[in-house]
């Protein structure tokens, strides 16, 4: 439409209306906080969310100090939700040793219909972190431990899914002393199978999965690596593919180093999963997502959604439950300046590509959580402020 020769309270009206539509589509998020576990909390670097006891709330796995190793167990969020209560699952291994890992999964293993959870099993990154990991998962309600293998030192990502689409959970982890990425194919919950075992010099943290080139099976995203399932029994090679070295172009071995968070979501319904990123650590301030409409050719397009450093919490779900993906941004309180570490709620204005900032809170969010906590239809988030936190909070969100 030419609007040139429209008379001026027309075109005023117009304008109104657009600028009023635009305004209509940013709604201010709002949360009310409550304290799950007040003290207590010491080094929960690893943790996974599920609802443990199927009594229609959100729970949590968590390992105790995983910066010397602790205990594996679990916390049951209580009714009131202004509190939980723990479960320890094992105060050690099964042949001793502590259990340490940056990171926690869980799911149904023995897919008999309620949640386990992986168990790894050595000394934690603090201590030195050069042993090798024993994987283990514990059968839900018994907690009875299962051997799965042995993994590289020292393990700072798992994703339990099913990757070759045989009805089975599988096992992908990144390995930050080795650089490896290593995937372990279940063949029964007793049997497991190392299919992958992938080393890459800058590899170090931040692991998701998704169907990124859209032929069916699940390939693995690491400190923005592309691993592309081969298919089958996945024993063929898995191929190394950088999206972009913006993200893994820092030579040497410091934790601070290539350290990112991942996503993969289809966020434009095109079948093929894209990548949100952001920096975990130092150097890099950016949140961005990329698609591909040929990943094998590496032509991955970068859109940038706003900028948040030592952004240690990265999620994507729909916060104000208009339909479209929105993303949580979440600056480690321990890092920087611990009263200027905002966490950051940009809403989708449902382009994918404009995004309206909201500042949560300035006090950090480390490896924080978005789920539908009590079952009400919208999104919350479990919030860590920082890698030394002593707490744990659930942010309810209140705008329905």
Excluded at 123 to 138: F, K, L, N, R, S
Excluded at 174 to 194: A, I, L
Aim: with cysteine; aromatic share 12%.
């Amino acid at each position: 439409m030419n609007y040139t020769n429209l008379p001026k309270y027309t075109f005023g009206l117009l304008l109104i209306t657009l600028l009023g539509s635009a305004a209509l589509k940013y709604k201010s998020i709002t949360f009310e906080q409550r304290k799950l576990v007040s003290e207590g909390a010491e080094w929960w670097w690893a943790r996974s969310h599920a609802d443990v006891n199927q009594d229609g709330l959100v729970d949590f796995f968590v390992i105790n100090n995983n910066a010397r190793g602790g205990w594996l167990g679990w916390y049951e969020t209580q009714p009131d939700l202004n509190s939980s209560k723990l479960h320890i699952i094992a105060e050690e291994g099964p042949e001793g040793g502590p259990f340490a890992s940056g990171d926690l999964a869980s799911g149904d293993i023995d897919n008999d219909g309620d949640i386990d959870v992986l168990g790894p099993v050595g000394v934690g990154e603090w201590e030195g972190g050069e042993d090798p990991i024993q994987m283990y998962w514990y059968e839900n309600p018994s907690w009875t431990p299962h051997f799965i293998g042995e993994f590289p030192p020292f393990t700072k990502d798992l994703d339990l899914t099913d990757l070759n689409n045989d009805g089975k959970l599988d096992l992908a982890a990144t390995c930050f002393s080795t650089r490896k990425m290593v995937v372990y194919r279940q063949d029964s919950p007793e049997n497991w199978t190392e299919v992958a075992n992938v080393h890459v010099d800058n590899l170090h943290e931040g692991q998701h999965v998704g169907d990124l080139d859209g032929d069916g099976d699940i390939d693995v995203v690491s400190t923005a690596y592309w691993f592309e399932n081969p298919g089958d029994d996945m024993t063929d090679e898995w191929t190394v593919r950088n999206i972009d070295p913006y993200w893994n172009s820092d030579e040497g071995r410091s934790w601070e180093y290539n350290s990112t968070k991942i996503v993969c979501v289809d966020i434009d319904d095109d079948g093929q999963d894209e990548v949100f990123i952001s920096c975990s650590e130092k150097f890099r301030d950016r949140i961005a997502w990329y698609d591909s409409p040929n990943p094998q050719e590496g032509n991955w397009t970068m859109h940038e959604i706003g900028k948040n450093t030592f952004s240690h919490t990265l999620q994507v779900g729909d916060v104000d439950g208009d339909g479209d993906y929105d993303v949580l941004s979440g600056n480690n309180g321990d890092q920087g300046d611990p009263e200027n570490s905002p966490v950051i709620l940009f809403i989708n204005q449902g382009d994918n590509m404009n995004w309206e900032e909201q500042v949560l809170t300035k006090t950090g969010a480390y490896n924080s959580y978005l789920a539908d906590i009590e079952g009400d239809g919208d999104l919350d988030f479990f919030r860590y402020d920082g890698h030394e936190s002593t707490f744990y909070e659930l942010w309810l969100n209140q705008t329905k």
